[in-house]
């Protein structure tokens, strides 16, 4: 096929209305990349023609914002709220609701809003990019959705105002956060006078300054054919693609645009006046700068961070230079400026907006440390620059390069899949090319761009010491920032955030303010027809009655153990690409419950402390020398009740275990040493470096306590489940909101005795048995044959025995956590400092086993994307709300995200409920639901998370069969199945004997507790 199309479209040519400005190609990624203009309005068009079954499309806007109020961001918001073809409120909620989507997202970076979707069926995809298409280009952007996204005042009951707005709301919850202060401080600091000193999110405090007027010009100004690149990857044939934008908004385009000066001149100038936005000013002295984030109510300590403007990234060359010279100096805790800054005691750990931010237009570098004591600021700077100097004085290790080459090397080999498709990845650099005007042809990162330095360190001695000079030493544009966390800063803004609204008060009258809240309403809640949204049928999607999902390949088979027991040796063979992804699973449950809160510390600390001959450094450095990385993950199980999870529980006794798992992902040719140095870390580490140990007990901590605010939703989420089983009570003692405390009190305690505990814990896992299991290529496998029998002799594994025996009661207990006990059982609220809240509640469903599951599904997946989106997102102005069916746990979680009215949230949780048991469902709204709920379970995956789903599947007890079983009966719902489930569900809310299961928990800030009436338990969450 790209063979036919390289012949069909050549460089010069012309189809239709585009000119073919580029054809080449990208072997690398099994790609002809196609790059096109139309000469009629000047939109460009970017296609990575390949295989992939997964279509993907981006609409790419440049968005320069002046200003700190957001107008970027609430544009990016509000063109998803109805369009030309689509008027609705929502047609991206409705697209969520009813697409088979892959990836569905919208996204306000520094200097551009990018529009992304995948599907991996082509009717679907070309149905997300008609929606996605007229909102950029067509939006309504009716007062109303302006008001919504933005900003208004309310007044409540008690006659209180308020700001409200989606955006608004989001963005205090980023101000919230310490972390997220910090980095846009360090970022800034280099970048004065240029559109990235702002936040182009928006500052909460400059978001109410925004007029409708302004809004309007926003996206009129910016939001135009000839400022819009369109990035395309899959196996669609381009032709077909360009024929569908020029049906369906180009014809239209060049109408709205009839006046479009599509000549060279103007397009270079239009790039011109923009990289004048972007481009800094000449820095010729390093910069200091001092600044206040938010706290918690802990002990205060200095984050620091040493800044560099290190320059363009102008190619994928270049950008790779600046990769390597990162990875050289912080590649692991073992290269030398890591290594340095770890080791300083100047702080506690390395501040998490540590590395290269290389997606504006000048690449900042950020080295720093997190909790650096008053006085030691400065010293952190000197120690960053004398390491550099000595390296340039004494030379670069060469196992530092080479481990940093390796690491690179790994990863342009390994397919990815994260939180979308791999072509999210790839359209990056060809966005950033189009962004300021350079050519597209060398923007991609390729393997030869990694040969091409390769040869030049080989060749030129002075080549990586010229970077190191160039780009750091002698390079003025630096900048020292010191962020205070400040227990007055969120006070601050609140009294700010008082005077804003006095001050908006001026202009209107308390009725003014109701009328046109109360007309929000009205507009909010008028019934769409969503008739005019095209949709795919479960039909679609069964062939000979079998659904269309993934499947698992795992295969198991033995090794002989040390003990002549058979250890379980789990296979399964995927297109790897020449990588071995390889575990070693150890059962957790022989450990009794009173040791489960020490093994997140325990499994951050295993692999990261030295082992045998190699201290932490240079065990660091090995790992990245010969593997792709080795790290410990915890697991628990919870399995279904079904007849094949039984069968499979007889026949193993390692099914519905708790597991301590060690990962390794390795490149074939470097088996050996590999593994190797993963038998080393099993059968050597004694955690004799207590100082080592304390400092990641520090990071742990840290890194919780850092998350509990940006990620309040999970937190919640985790505490509402904790007492429905010892699944989800280990799933909180691991994860949650205990974990952190007990990670708070491991990094208070002394360290001697957390060692002594460690040591205990490992050496009872390792006699509890073992798995192994590996995705990889067939080759591969017969190169592990020849060595896994000594590997796990020499390790002594044997079989898994059996579990501890201990009641449920005993994991329960440890997620409890001090308070002040309320009237109301089975709910709490953790006080923190933050601006926004978020809520959660659970209450009784159905069980995996139970066919009723199947429509609970669905009807979670219609609550998310209609009734909780319109109260609590649309109406109530929250970031977000989400509802999840929990199978295993017989429950149904609801949660919210960024929540201004987070006490309230519960209730309306419930009331939908109710709402939803009088809904007339129609046969059309199912089958949108059933379609959209379907989506979750054909999401393609790499091949490593192919192993990964295939292992979990099978350590849960969960077959193809039951798989099949559910998604058939998803497929299958009816509307009377759907009303059913909800009856079923409200039903679940007033019954007396399920009250217990029904709990609500809270993260919030001093502000809404004091404002509520809450009858349940409070905590005081230090952070």
């Known amino acids: 096929m790209m063979n036919f199309m390289s012949e069909l479209l050549k460089k010069g040519d012309s189809y239709k209305s585009f000119i073919v400005l ?57 063109v998803l709220c109805g369009s030309e073809k689509y008027p609705l409120k929502d047609p991206f909620v409705i697209m969520s609701n009813q697409s088979v989507k892959t990836y569905l997202n919208a996204m306000t970076y520094s200097d551009k809003t990018v529009y992304p979707a995948s599907s991996i069926a082509k009717a679907d995809y070309f149905n997300l990019m ?17 008001m919504q996204e933005a900003h208004r005042l309310e007044i409540d009951e008690n006659g ?60 009129k100004t910016w939001y135009r054919p000839d400022n ?60 200091e700068l001092y600044a206040e984030g938010p706290s918690g109510d802990g002990e205060e300590s200095n984050t620091v961070l040493v800044n560099w403007r290190v320059g363009r990234c102008e190619n994928a060359l270049s950008a790779t230079e600046k990769v390597v010279l990162t990875g050289i100096l912080c590649n692991h805790d073992g290269s030398p400026l890591q290594k340095a800054l770890i080791e300083s005691g100047l702080g506690e750990d390395l501040a998490p907006q540590n590395g290269l931010f290389g997606s504006i237009y000048s690449t900042i570098l950020t080295i720093g440390l997190r909790g650096v004591k008053k006085g030691n600021e400065k010293k952190v700077e000197s120690l960053v620059i004398d390491t550099l100097k000595n390296l340039l004085e004494n030379g670069i290790s060469q196992k530092d390069i080479e481990a940093t080459l390796t690491t ?82 969120v006070e601050k803004r609140e009294a700010a955030e008082k005077e804003r609204i006095s001050e908006l008060l001026k202009h209107k009258s308390v009725q003014q303010v109701k009328d046109e809240t109360e007309a929000l309403h009205a507009f909010q809640q008028i019934e769409d027809d969503a008739s005019c949204l095209p949709h795919l049928r479960p039909e679609d999607f069964i062939t000979d009655g079998k659904p269309m999902m993934n499947r698992s390949n795992i295969v198991v088979e033995s090794l002989p153990g040390c003990d002549g027991s058979e250890i379980p040796f789990l296979k399964n063979i995927e297109n790897t690409n020449g990588i071995i992804y390889f575990d070693v699973g150890f059962p957790a449950d022989v450990l009794s419950p009173s040791d489960y809160p020490l093994l997140p510390a325990f499994a951050d ?34 399995g279904p009740d079904t007849a094949n999870a039984r069968k499979l529980s007889e026949k193993y006794n390692w099914i519905k275990r708790d597991w301590v798992i060690f990962r390794m992902s390795m490149l074939e040719e470097q088996t050996e040493n590999a593994l190797n140095l993963l038998k080393g870390c099993i059968s050597e580490t004694d955690f004799s470096d207590e100082k080592r140990i304390q400092d990641i007990l520090n990071e742990s901590r840290n890194d919780f306590e850092s998350s509990v605010i ?153 609550l998310s994307n209609n009734l909780l989106w319109e109260k609590i997102r649309t109406i109530g102005g929250a970031y977000g709300a989400f509802c999840n069916a929990e199978p295993m746990s017989g429950l ?36 949108c639901a059933v379609m959209g709920c379907y989506s979750h379970f054909i999401q393609p995956q790499s091949p490593k998370g192919r192993g990964s789903s295939a292992l979990t599947r099978l350590l849960y007890g969960i077959t193809d069969e039951d798989r099949e079983r559910k998604i058939l009966g998803i497929l299958n719902t009816s509307a009377s199945d759907l009303k059913n489930a909800f009856k079923r569900l409200y039903s679940g809310l007033s019954d007396e004997k399920l009250k217990n299961l029904k709990k609500k928990s809270i993260i919030c800030g001093k502000k809404m507790i004091s404002e509520n009436d809450f009858g349940g338990k409070i905590i005081a969450l230090l952070l």
Not at 130 to 146: H, T
């Open 22 to 78: 580029n054809v080449f190609e990208l072997p690398d990624y099994h790609s002809t990349a196609f790059h096109l203009r139309h000469t009629k309005t000047g939109l460009e068009v970017f296609h990575l023609l390949n295989d992939d079954p997964e279509n993907l499309f981006a609409f790419a806007f440049r968005t320069p914002n002046t200003k700190a109020n957001g107008l970027a961001h609430i544009i990016e918001h509000s």
């Open 892 to 927: 149904l979680a609801f949660a919210t995200y960024r929540d201004p009215s987070a006490f309230d949230s519960c209730d309306v949780f419930e009331n939908c409920i109710k709402e939803a048991c009088d809904y007339d469902f129609s046969d059309e709204d199912v089958t």
């Open 130 to 146: 008609s929606v996605y298409g007229d909102a950029v280009f067509f939006p309504r952007l009716n007062k109303e959705i302006f």
């Open 160 to 219: 209180n105002p308020s700001i409200q707005g989606v955006v608004y709301n989001e963005m205090k919850g980023s101000y919230s956060s310490f972390e997220s202060v910090a980095a846009d401080i360090s970022l800034s600091s280099l970048l004065k006078g240029t559109i990235y000193e702002k936040d182009s999110g928006g500052d909460p405090l400059e978001i109410p300054s925004v007029t409708y007027e302004e809004f309007l010009n926003f996206h």
């Open 228 to 287: 819009c690149f369109v990035f395309l990857n899959g196996n669609i044939p381009t032709v077909e693609q360009l024929d569908f934008l020029q049906e369906n908004f180009l014809t239209r385009l060049e109408k709205k645009f009839p006046d479009i000066d599509v000549s060279e001149s103007a397009r270079k100038k239009r790039i011109d006046d923009f990289i004048k936005l972007v481009a800094p000013k000449k820095i010729s002295n390093p910069i």
């Open 408 to 489: 690179l090397e790994f990863s342009h080999r390994e397919i990815k899949r994260g939180h979308g498709p791999f072509a999210i990845s790839l359209m990056a650099r060809p966005i950033y090319g189009w962004l300021y005007g350079e050519g597209l042809e060398n923007q991609i990162r390729l393997r030869s761009h990694l040969e091409q330095i390769r040869k030049k360190i080989e060749t030129e001695p002075s080549y990586i010491p010229d970077l190191l000079r160039n780009l750091l030493l002698e390079n003025k544009a630096r900048s020292l920032v010191v962020v205070t966390p400040s227990k007055n800063y």
């Open 605 to 638: 600390c295993v692999t990261e402390c030295g082992w045998g001959e190699l201290d932490w450094a240079k065990s660091a450095e090995e790992t990245a020398l010969h593997t792709g990385g080795i790290g410990v993950n915890l697991l628990t199980m919870e």
């Open 710 to 862: 940006p990620d309040g939703h999970v937190f919640v989420s985790t505490r509402i489940l904790c007492k429905n089983s010892r699944k989800t009570a280990v799933d909180e003692i691991w994860n949650g909101i205990s974990q952190y405390l007990t990670l708070k009190k491991l990094a208070d305690s002394p360290v001697s005795a957390t060692v002594k505990e460690f040591r205990r814990i490992f050496q009872l896992v390792k006699e509890g048995g073992a798995i192994i299991h590996a995705t990889a290529e067939e080759s591969a496998f017969k190169k592990l044959a020849q060595v896994l029998p000594d590997f796990a002799c020499d390790l002594k594994l044997r079989a898994p025995q059996n579990p501890n025996k201990c009641e449920d009661s005993d994991f329960f207990a440890l997620t409890e956590i001090d308070g002040t006990e309320g009237k109301v059982s089975n709910a709490e609220a953790f006080v923190t400092s933050s601006q926004v809240g978020y809520a959660a509640e659970c209450i009784p469903a159905s069980r995996y086993e139970d066919k009723n599951s199947y429509s609970e599904e669905v009807c979670t997946h219609w």
